[in-house]
């Protein structure tokens, strides 16, 4: 594991990539919105054709829907556009398109920056569940069961996502102040009137047909995304008094080596180590960030390859400081 750069040095290398160019974020917003109401009629011209062919045109436009995600995540950030007012409205309006309260998300996420990694404050930031070795060997019954459940990647990439999106984020919390309860209940509402809308246009059966499979897609590759940023082989988890943030940031967040379409449609959010140096730094500027800084590299890429691998990972090993299987407590117990 290489030394992550103290603090005033990190700093100094990702202050200039800070500021937000207006006419990159305005394009990335026309580039991005425009071509997914375009799938969407598009898919709903398909109806009539074939639903394979919906069905086909689902992957691109739930592509659109991960990269709309991508602007709503930097507008929580502040890093979207100079103005703060007009960053608000943005991530408002995208927030209501994938059904996802601003105000809340942002709360929820600063915390997320602000304890990734600390093994003693893991329940703050709306982190997926990640259990030690021997806190899973001392949990009962039940509570095992359902961690198992959890981190099952066919619960935690269809009906996970489906429950977070559509049924989680209807509802504020009771950490939520006056402010974030009501953006809760405007983003529901302005939700419920585009929903009611494309009813009335085209039907419910056809609404379904079309918006079900671009939120399944879109959603479990928007978790699988979260999922694999923090949790690999290699990945850094410390106790609060030895947790270190660049630490988390260089060794906790991965750099997801994809191509470079993938990159384009997740909005170089693989570059999720220099994002969680510096939050500020609009998605687009990730890459020439990393490119143009290699003391901000962590020790190796994660590769596709490696990164579906992390499935199997599911408990924090403190002794020997690794992500293991379950089946690393099967071979414990036979070599007892």
């Not at 590299?297 to 090993?317: E, F, G, I």
Request: aromatic share 14%; charged share 20%.
């Amino acid at each position: 594991m290489q030394a992550a750069p103290d603090s005033p040095r990190w700093q100094e290398l990702t202050a200039e990539y800070q500021k937000p160019d207006t006419l990159r974020s305005v394009w990335q917003l026309v580039n991005t919105v425009i071509p997914y109401v375009i799938l969407w009629y598009l898919m709903y011209r398909s109806l009539e054709v074939s639903y394979w062919l919906t069905l086909t045109l689902a992957v691109p436009a739930s592509g659109f829907l991960v990269r709309t995600f991508i602007i709503f995540h930097d507008c929580c950030h502040g890093s979207f556009l100079q103005s703060k007012r007009a960053t608000d409205i943005v991530g408002f309006l995208t927030g209501v398109l994938t059904f996802t309260p601003y105000d809340r998300w942002r709360r929820e996420h600063s915390m997320h920056h602000a304890t990734a990694g600390d093994l003693d404050r893991r329940d703050l930031g709306g982190e997926i569940w990640t259990l030690t070795v021997d806190e899973y060997r001392a949990a009962p019954l039940r509570t095992r069961i359902a961690y198992r459940l959890y981190r099952s990647p066919w619960v935690m990439l269809t009906v996970g996502p489906s429950f977070l999106f559509l049924f989680k984020h209807r509802f504020s919390d009771r950490a939520a102040r006056r402010r974030e309860r009501l953006n809760v209940y405007w983003t529901n509402l302005g939700s419920a009137a585009l929903v009611a809308l494309l009813i009335w246009l085209m039907g419910l059966r056809a609404y379904l047909m079309i918006q079900l499979p671009i939120m399944i897609f879109g959603g479990a590759v928007a978790v699988w995304l979260f999922y694999v940023q923090h949790q690999y082989e290699g990945v850094y988890w410390d106790r609060h008094d030895q947790w270190d943030y660049s630490m988390a940031a260089i060794e906790g967040s991965s750099f997801y080596e994809l191509p470079r379409i993938l990159h384009w449609f997740t909005g170089n959010i693989g570059y999720h180590h220099i994002h969680h140096l510096s939050p500020r730094i609009p998605n687009y500027f990730l890459r020439k960030c990393h490119e143009e800084n290699p003391a901000l590299a962590p020790t190796r890429p994660l590769t596709m390859r490696c990164s579906l691998k992390s499935l199997r990972l599911r408990l924090w090993d403190e002794e020997n400081r690794q992500m293991v299987g379950f089946r690393y407590l099967r071979e414990q117990h036979d070599a007892q």
